[in-house]
């Protein structure tokens, strides 16, 4: 693999912030940034690519595969897609704003 199509990878591994009250609390506490991720990303993929985009030192990063609910529509038993997120711990005196206020 080239290095440009590393990084054309490592641009699409991060899916976009996962934004819940579980992960808002994680924030505050243990400087933590929780990732909706591909399926197939590896961990250390996941730090690449923050480090990449957001230009911040990642000291730890836990991903979890996240197994879509059984829902109904109509009569019929459908699916959702299974998805991965990611939990980044950020090194001391990081942080990543994604309102990007200047």
């Known amino acids: 693999m080239t290095a440009l199509a590393g990084k054309e990878r490592l641009m ?14 994680i924030a505050d506490a243990h400087n933590q940034v929780v990732f909706r991720v591909r399926t197939d990303a590896t961990k250390a993929e996941v730090r690449q690519a923050v480090e990449l985009m957001f230009e911040v030192d990642v000291r730890n990063v836990q991903v979890v595969n996240c197994r879509g609910k059984e829902k109904r529509f109509g009569g019929e038993l459908g699916r959702r897609r299974n998805w991965k997120k990611a939990y980044v711990t950020l090194a001391e005196g990081q942080d990543i704003d994604f309102i990007g206020a200047d």
């Open 12 to 25: 699409t591994v991060l899916l976009g912030p996962h934004v819940s009250e579980k992960s808002t609390r």
